[in-house]
Protein backbone atom coordinates (compact mmCIF):
# COMPACT_ATOMS: atom_id res chain seq x y z
CA UNK A 1 0.00 0.00 0.00
CA UNK A 2 3.55 1.96 0.77
CA UNK A 3 4.21 3.54 -2.43
CA UNK A 4 7.47 5.51 -3.53
CA UNK A 5 7.63 6.92 -7.09
CA UNK A 6 10.98 8.62 -7.71
CA UNK A 7 11.53 11.23 -10.32
CA UNK A 8 14.10 13.78 -11.63
CA UNK A 9 17.02 11.52 -12.82
CA UNK A 10 18.19 11.84 -16.49
CA UNK A 11 21.61 13.07 -18.10
CA UNK A 12 23.83 15.75 -17.10
CA UNK A 13 26.92 17.17 -18.00
CA UNK A 14 29.61 17.24 -15.50
CA UNK A 15 29.56 20.27 -13.04
CA UNK A 16 25.59 19.98 -13.83
CA UNK A 17 22.85 19.72 -11.24
CA UNK A 18 19.84 17.70 -10.87
CA UNK A 19 17.00 17.17 -8.37
CA UNK A 20 15.92 14.25 -7.24
CA UNK A 21 12.28 13.47 -5.76
CA UNK A 22 10.98 10.47 -3.84
CA UNK A 23 6.71 11.38 -3.40
CA UNK A 24 5.40 8.61 -1.11
CA UNK A 25 1.84 7.71 -0.55
CA UNK A 26 0.03 5.08 1.70
CA UNK A 27 1.74 7.22 4.69
CA UNK A 28 1.68 10.04 7.02
CA UNK A 29 4.81 11.80 6.18
CA UNK A 30 5.09 14.18 9.30
CA UNK A 31 4.49 11.22 11.75
CA UNK A 32 5.12 7.44 10.17
CA UNK A 33 9.10 8.30 8.91
CA UNK A 34 11.80 7.04 11.27
CA UNK A 35 14.70 7.70 8.43
CA UNK A 36 14.99 8.47 4.84
CA UNK A 37 18.17 8.25 2.69
CA UNK A 38 19.19 7.88 -0.73
CA UNK A 39 21.18 5.43 -2.17
CA UNK A 40 22.91 4.44 -5.36
CA UNK A 41 24.09 1.56 -7.00
CA UNK A 42 26.05 1.04 -10.16
CA UNK A 43 25.94 -2.90 -12.34
CA UNK A 44 28.35 -5.20 -10.73
CA UNK A 45 28.70 -3.34 -7.44
CA UNK A 46 26.89 -3.09 -4.02
CA UNK A 47 24.72 -0.83 -3.09
CA UNK A 48 25.70 2.34 -1.24
CA UNK A 49 24.85 5.01 0.78
CA UNK A 50 24.59 8.38 -0.09
CA UNK A 51 22.32 9.97 2.28
CA UNK A 52 20.77 9.14 5.64
CA UNK A 53 18.72 11.86 7.63
CA UNK A 54 17.63 10.29 11.47
CA UNK A 55 17.08 12.03 14.55
CA UNK A 56 17.42 15.03 13.22
CA UNK A 57 20.62 14.39 12.26
CA UNK A 58 22.25 13.63 9.00
CA UNK A 59 25.15 12.37 7.10
CA UNK A 60 27.01 12.10 4.05
CA UNK A 61 28.92 9.37 2.13
CA UNK A 62 32.52 11.51 1.62
CA UNK A 63 32.22 11.03 -2.21
CA UNK A 64 29.26 13.48 -2.09
CA UNK A 65 29.86 15.53 0.98
CA UNK A 66 29.47 19.40 -0.01
CA UNK A 67 27.96 18.66 -3.05
CA UNK A 68 24.80 16.76 -2.13
CA UNK A 69 21.92 17.54 0.24
CA UNK A 70 18.77 15.78 1.18
CA UNK A 71 15.80 17.23 2.54
CA UNK A 72 11.91 16.49 2.54
CA UNK A 73 8.70 18.20 2.50
CA UNK A 74 5.95 17.11 4.97
CA UNK A 75 3.30 18.62 3.58
CA UNK A 76 3.99 17.06 -0.19
CA UNK A 77 4.96 14.10 1.28
CA UNK A 78 8.17 14.00 -0.65
CA UNK A 79 11.84 13.50 -0.25
CA UNK A 80 14.75 15.34 -2.45
CA UNK A 81 18.16 15.11 -3.06
CA UNK A 82 19.32 17.97 -4.73
CA UNK A 83 22.55 17.15 -6.87
CA UNK A 84 25.11 19.94 -7.47
CA UNK A 85 28.43 19.59 -9.46
CA UNK A 86 27.96 16.95 -10.48
CA UNK A 87 30.79 14.10 -11.84
CA UNK A 88 30.55 10.97 -13.82
CA UNK A 89 31.58 9.00 -11.03
CA UNK A 90 27.92 10.03 -9.70
CA UNK A 91 26.55 7.65 -12.63
CA UNK A 92 24.45 5.08 -11.33
CA UNK A 93 20.85 4.34 -10.28
CA UNK A 94 19.76 6.10 -7.72
CA UNK A 95 17.32 4.82 -4.72
CA UNK A 96 14.99 6.49 -2.21
CA UNK A 97 14.85 4.62 0.96
CA UNK A 98 12.34 5.24 3.93
CA UNK A 99 12.18 3.49 7.03
CA UNK A 100 9.07 3.52 8.81
CA UNK A 101 8.11 4.07 12.46
CA UNK A 102 7.71 0.08 13.29
CA UNK A 103 10.87 -0.76 11.14
CA UNK A 104 8.85 -1.38 7.81
CA UNK A 105 11.66 -0.62 5.03
CA UNK A 106 9.86 0.70 1.63
CA UNK A 107 12.26 1.83 -1.56
CA UNK A 108 11.55 3.43 -4.53
CA UNK A 109 11.56 1.81 -7.99
CA UNK A 110 15.02 3.38 -8.68
CA UNK A 111 15.96 6.91 -11.18
CA UNK A 112 19.29 6.48 -13.53
CA UNK A 113 21.19 9.38 -13.31
CA UNK A 114 24.12 9.75 -15.84
CA UNK A 115 26.91 12.65 -15.82
CA UNK A 116 28.85 12.31 -19.04
CA UNK A 117 29.93 15.24 -21.58
Known amino acids: QVQLVESGGGLAQPGGSLTLSCAASGIIFSTDIAAMGWYRQVPGKEREWVAISSAGSTTYADSVKGRFTISRDNAKNTVYLQMNNLKPEDTAVYYC??????????WGQGTQVTVSS
Open 97 to 106: NLLLIGSRLY
